[in-house]
């Protein structure tokens, strides 16, 4: 028989992990956007990991979810979605969808994310997580996501959430006009943030800082799995 009193508990524990999660992590490091803090405020990150880690879930690192995949630290799932400065009918690709967890905060946004996984375990994972959740704005498909997704396209904006040799013009190309694309660009091991506009057909980077995030692989990511 299931215990309603711990389960209640257990929710008000999470609940208040996920908030001194989003004070002391995520708005001491510059978030402001409300809409973004709002969104950390409410998907449930410890059910995006397994059991055994649920614990750590709100923790300032990233933690592994198999495949040699990771869910990243919170502070850059926040800053990366903050970059893409993000409107409630804005469409938004998502390549790399991992556990799930930064696709379900973009889903507190925007009007509708799609969101590709290389992974098929991870792929459905993820999709019986949101399923379970009821994100039905999330859009899911299981290929190689350095290719994008051509038939959805254009996107407002375009999040990578591994890193890159360089950045793929193929992604570039399936942005609209406004668009903004934030990706990981470096070797293996280490990568710089780079946030791209996209506006009258001229395209603008900027450099958000170091960061580390495990290898893009694909068609146009690097080629080893």
């Known amino acids: 028989m299931i215990d309603s009193r711990a389960m209640q508990k257990e929710s008000i524990k999470y609940e208040r992990q996920r908030e001194e999660m989003v004070r002391t992590q995520i708005e001491a490091r510059g978030i402001k956007a409300p809409k973004v803090l709002a969104a950390f405020r409410r998907v449930p990150r410890h059910l995006f990991v397994s059991e055994a880690l ?34 409630e009918d804005d ?50 498909k299981y290929g190689d996501g350095t290719k994008g997704w051509r038939d959805e396209s254009p996107f407002d904006g375009i999040i990578v959430t591994a890193g890159a040799p360089q950045i793929p013009d193929v992604l570039i190309d399936q942005m609209g006009e406004g668009g903004r694309l934030v990706v990981p660009v470096g070797n293996q091991h280490t990568q710089e943030l780079i ?13 958000l800082g170091g960061c580390r995030f495990v290898k893009l692989v694909g068609e146009y990511g690097w080629k080893e799995a």
């Not at 905060?105 to 019986?128: D, F, G, H, P, W």
């Not at 946030?195 to 450099?207: A, E, M, P």
Request: net charge positive; glycine share 6%; proline share 3%.
């Open 54 to 87: 649920r614990d750590q879930a709100y923790g300032d690192y990233p933690l592994p979810i198999g495949e040699q995949q990771t869910i990243s630290q919170p502070y850059i799932v926040a800053e990366m979605t903050q970059a893409l400065d993000l409107g």
């Open 91 to 140: 469409r938004v690709l998502e390549i790399g969808t991992g556990s799930g967890y930064k696709a379900a905060i973009l889903a507190q946004i925007v009007y509708r994310v799609y969101t590709v996984e290389l992974k098929r375990s991870l792929y459905q994972q993820a999709r019986n997580l949101f399923d379970k959740l009821h994100y039905h704005n999330i859009v899911m």
């Open 195 to 207: 946030k791209i506009f996209r506006d009258d057909q001229n395209i603008r980077q900027i450099n």
